[in-house]
């Protein structure tokens, strides 16, 4: 484990450490509370041993500290023993609601240290555990299962992330609304696994289209799955003569995916239908934007299909 071990007296330091690394453990020394937190935001620590009274920052006020910094980020608690001269119950309780979770003497025997050191270690492994799992369950919640893009859930989340910077900032930003043409007969000639899979393609070039755009230089841009054969790509900060480009790349590709559509006339190949809606500064209500792009799609539908139709604000 990687520990970090707190206290004010060199002495103490030097003895606990050369215990814990006989241990086979990694030691980060500091010397009072705030050397502490500096410490534990850059590495992050398996397991802390504070001490209780040190000049500056004190153990208590330094583990509120280190709680308010673990609020902040995701699955994050990391154990945290006091370590003391002064074993009181005042003290103990004291440490608990700093948000210690355990309290031990200094004068603690060795084999007594050595059974809760073994103990915090099957702690920090099965917190390492988890915290991959939960890293792996949260990237699965945002993706779509057929495609693999985002799904409408994490655009949703991120998008209103989003807006309200952009908001701030008045900065300029595109939505795509891209729909699969004719898809219904698609599935009715060539059957719904085909289906799957022409909608993975489709997929893949759009994400193609957007990925070449952010190494362009936009750098936020996202495609995720609206729904069914329906997709929507992000353009955050995108200047207004790349807009227009990006959607006829997008409805270009998916042509030269070349995928045989036989119902699809005249083209014989899947097409799609792209709706857009442009403002050069983001401000109102998000939805308008969606509601502008909807009915940009819904006039490419009903010209032909196989286009854009953009409403450049
Ligand atoms: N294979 C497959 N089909 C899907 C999936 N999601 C939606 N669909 C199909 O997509 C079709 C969409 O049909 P419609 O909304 O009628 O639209 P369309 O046939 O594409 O016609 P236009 O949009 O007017 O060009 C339906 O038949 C859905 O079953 C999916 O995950 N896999």
Redesign the pocket.
């Known amino acids: 484990m990687r520990v970090l071990f707190v206290d004010d007296s060199c002495s103490v330091r030097v003895a606990f450490s050369a215990r814990l690394k006989a241990m086979g453990h990694e030691v980060v020394p500091a010397a009072d509370g705030a050397e502490a937190l500096a410490r534990f935001r850059e590495i992050p620590p398996d397991l802390v041993f504070m001490d209780i009274e040190m000049p500056g920052m004190n153990g208590f006020e330094a583990v509120r500290h280190i709680r308010a910094f673990e609020a902040t980020r995701q699955w994050a608690w990391t154990p945290i023993i006091f370590l003391t001269a002064t074993n009181t119950p005042e003290n103990l309780v004291a440490a608990i609601d700093a948000g210690g979770d355990a309290f031990i003497a200094k004068s603690v025997p060795a084999a007594v240290f050595e059974a809760k050191m073994k103990a915090m270690a099957r702690i920090a492994a099965l917190r390492a555990e988890l915290s991959r799992a939960n890293r792996k369950l949260a990237a699965q919640a945002n993706l779509d299962g057929?495609?693999g893009l985002f799904n409408r859930r994490y655009m949703d989340q991120r998008l209103d992330e989003l807006w309200a910077v952009l908001s701030r900032e008045a900065a300029p930003c595109g939505l795509l609304m891209v729909?699969?043409?004719?898809?219904?007969?698609?599935?009715?000639r060539y059957?719904?696994?085909?289906?799957?899979?022409?909608?993975r393609q489709v997929a893949g070039a759009l994400s193609r289209v957007v990925e070449g755009a952010n190494a362009e230089g936009l750098r936020e841009a996202f495609v995720a799955r609206y729904?069914?054969?329906?997709f929507s790509v992000i353009l955050p900060r995108c200047p207004v003569k790349a807009f227009p480009r990006i959607a006829e790349a997008l409805r270009a590709g998916v042509v030269g995916l070349a995928i045989p559509h036989e119902s699809?006339e005249p083209w014989g190949r899947i097409t799609l239908?792209v709706g857009g809606a442009y403002q050069p500064r983001a401000e109102g209500a998000l939805a308008q934007l969606f509601r502008k792009a909807d009915a940009k799609l819904y006039e490419a539908?009903r010209d032909g299909?196989n286009r854009v139709e953009l409403a450049m604000a």
Do not use: I, P, Q
């Open positions: 057929l495609t729909d699969v043409d004719h898809f219904k007969r698609y599935n009715d059957g719904h696994l085909l289906g799957d899979d022409a909608l729904g069914g054969e329906e699809n239908s539908k299909r």
